[in-house]
């Protein structure tokens, strides 16, 4: 039977419940380990004015302190551009900016060299929020913008215009494993890293870099993570270069492990943004022009702020048409540590304003916003251009909008919350139905390629090594499967070994929705190279005297037989096996490039789905629950359906928490004040939708891609956008019709009571 399309459990499913999946933490201690941590900066900008080690270095068992004077490579960095120090050199960019290296023979002698460490850093006023970086013009790069058509103009002449301003907050990726990373020195200055990352070619290349040292010396390895989101893609680097820092100068195993506050104080989150819009409308509801400002808060560095921020403007069309568009922004460089990719990767930063401001205009029109959205929807010839040019190659969007508002009838709730809000004293209900539409692919062109190693055993087993890294979303399972289908073989003969920069060179991070889609088709590639050898052979073995045409070799259930004699099968085990005693290559390396890309075309193609959240809120506690939330999603032909289920389900809530719950707070002085789970709220189970359904659409698959498949990774987290907008929509019933609800993102009980304060003129 084959495998892809089928619920099979996910390949650690079982080590997980019982406590015995391996992750960095639990790799045994090697001889002579040391244990690092490093002294980071009190304030978030300043200069260093003294750093005395001397008394850290009398401690026992504290073996060594390294500034950075003792890089021995560049003590500059990044994933872009090289404007990070690993090190501090002079000046500190942001709280908690690492100083000094510390390496102990025990976490008790790291602690007591920390108190000794005497540090003076003179203090700045420090650039914390995207206003300040705008009044002091801090930016990095040079304006972005994405146009079509003349919409300054066009908006002059629209019948109805609305302006806004909306800030949109970060997001704590809040993984189970903190950031961590062991170095083990080998012969010849090579260095082993195990590090918990999405991206080892991306360690190995710094810790190259910054250890002086040639990639050829360096190999990571990642068998799993305990989760990721983005937060693993780029910084995983600084655990490693400090485990990397303290193995090459004492020549000892190094491991270093982020506490979970440390972790929460010293990486990036998800960019908050602030937009200003322009969006010019008929009174149908028809998006006629378009005017939108972004500006996002970057950190102190360019990290991945550049592509998030064209993943943003990509995005801010979502599903709608919008004949005259401009999409324009700056990267706000602050004082906060450097922001990063996250589970949606700026793509929900530009969907939210669209969406946001289609709530809007209902409201200002006093129509249904469903009934926008589907006036909007690309569709038909005409309607299908995206104003960076890439043409919408199907109609789905607006047959699945209407499909859910039909299966989840919509319209008779839309009527039962318009007479439940006309009665009730102490409640307000909303509902709201969102789509989108997200682009699969890296938007840089040349990470849009993977390689796979297969080795095939003489025993009928086989060995899968890709660049993918596994973080819980069932990567290895759906590799398997792809891998155990092009042998005809079962999946439980099939083992997805721990990723390595040893085995697959110059690979681009699990990211992007792509890892099965560029990590999978390499490895059905390297399978077909091999197989194509296996019929050759079997057609001769199958054989009397004349070879069988190929045509005519089946695989099939464990066998391989000649369709006209299918009784006469080989067992794949022992064709392998008689075909190695005659020298025939069972392994082979695969090699995946996306096809189709270039300037108008920035991605393969668009998972899409739509979402209907009904929510419920108190009009005195601002307190807020979700009642029922319902999905459809096209995602082509699922390769695994229960692990989709379990990303869609998983995607939304994330998605959910952060436009609801989650908010990052910072003092003035760039102090994160929201660093541990007492002060920073992830969505618990009491969260969940009370009923939560989902579904795929069933008659959908895009055979271009692997098995027909079509990416699922990050789309379900932007339909969690949909219960921020029913909030939105909840909070039209309190005031006067017509005005529009001020509400930004996260809308937390703080932020609902503010709003309706406003709206029913209740504020002190």
Known sequence: MPSVGRSIPHESSRDHVRGRSIFLDDITPHRNELVVDFVGSPVARGEIVALDLSAATKIPGV?????????????????????????????????????????????????????????????????????????????????????RGHARDALEKCPHRLDGTLYIGGQEHFYMETQCALAIP???????????????????????????????????????????????????????????????????PARCIYSRETDGRVTGKRHPFEVRYQIGF??????????????????????????????????????????????????????LPSNTAFRGFGGGQGILAIESIIEDI????????????????????????????????????????????????YKQRRQAINEFNATSQIHLRGLSLTTVKFGISFTTKFLNQANALVNVYTDGTVQVSTGGTEMGQGLNTKIRQLVADEFAIDAANVSVMPTSTEKNNNTPPTAASAGTDLNGSAAVNACRLIRERLTEFAAVRLSEDVPIPIERIVWEDGCVFDREKPEQCLDF??????????RISLGERGHYITPGLGPSRPFFYYTTGCAL???????????????????????????????????????????????????????????????????????????????????????????????????????????????????????????????????????????????????????P
Not at 314 to 334: Q, S
Request: a negative charge; glycine letters at 10%.
């Open 63 to 147: 073996v060594g302190l390294y500034t950075f004077r003792d890089v021995p490579g560049s003590n500059l960095y990044g994933a872009i551009f090289h404007d990070e120090y690993f090190l501090a050199e002079d000046k500190v960019s942001f709280q908690g900016e690492p100083i000094v290296v510390i390496a102990a023979e025990s976490h008790a002698a790291l602690h007591a060299a920390k108190k000794a460490i005497h540090l003076d850093v003179r203090p700045e006023t420090p650039i914390v929020s995207i206003a300040q970086a705008i009044e002091a013009e801090e930016f990095i790069g040079p304006p972005r913008a994405i146009s």
């Open 186 to 252: 080998g012969e010849n200055g090579h260095l082993t890293f195990h590090s918990s990352t999405q991206n080892p070619t991306e360690t190995q290349v710094m810790a190259a870099r910054v250890l002086g040292l040639g990639m050829h010396q360096v190999v990571c390895v990642c068998k799993r993570m305990g989760g990721g989101f983005g937060g693993k893609e780029t910084q995983a680097t600084p655990p490693a270069l400090m485990a990397g820092l303290v193995a090459m100068k004492t020549g000892r």
């Open 282 to 335: 008929d009174s149908d509801g028809r998006l006629l022009a378009a005017r939108l400002e972004f500006y996002s808060n970057a950190g102190f560095s360019a990290d991945l702020s550049t592509s998030v921020f064209d993943r943003a403007l990509y995005h801010a069309d979502n599903a709608y048409f919008i004949p005259d568009i401009e999409l324009i922004g700056r990267i706000c460089r602050t004082n």
């Open 362 to 409: 209902a409201e200002f029109l006093d129509k249904d916003a469903a009934e926008i959205r589907l006036l909007n929807c690309y569709g038909a010839e005409g309607r299908n251009q995206t104003p960076y040019g890439q043409i919408i190659q199907d109609d789905t969007l607006p047959l699945l909008f209407e499909r859910l508002a039909d299966r989840a009838d």
């Open 573 to 582: 085990g022992h064709l392998v096996h008689a075909a190695h005693r005659e």
């Open 613 to 763: 959240a009904e929510v419920e809120i108190d009009r005195f506690t601002g307190e807020m629950r979700v009642t029922r939330a319902d999905i459809l999603m096209d995602i082509g032909q699922s390769i695994n359906p229960a692990i989709d289920l379990g990303q869609i389900g998983g995607g939304f809530v994330q998605g959910m928490g952060w436009a609801t719950c989650e908010e990052l707070k910072f003092s003035d002085e760039g102090e994160l004040l929201t660093a541990s789970p007492s002060t920073y709220k992830i969505p618990g189970v009491r969260d969940i939708p009370e009923d939560f359904r989902i579904e795929f659409e069933q008659d959908s698959r895009f055979p271009e891609n692997v098995r027909s498949s079509k990416a699922v990774g990050e789309p379900p987290l932007l339909l969690g956008l949909c219960v921020w907008t029913a909030i939105k929509n909840a909070l039209s019933y309190a005031g006067p019709r017509g005005h529009v609800a001020p509400l930004n993102l996260p809308a937390t009980g703080e932020e609902i009571l503010r709003c309706l304060c406003e709206l029913e003129d209740k504020c």
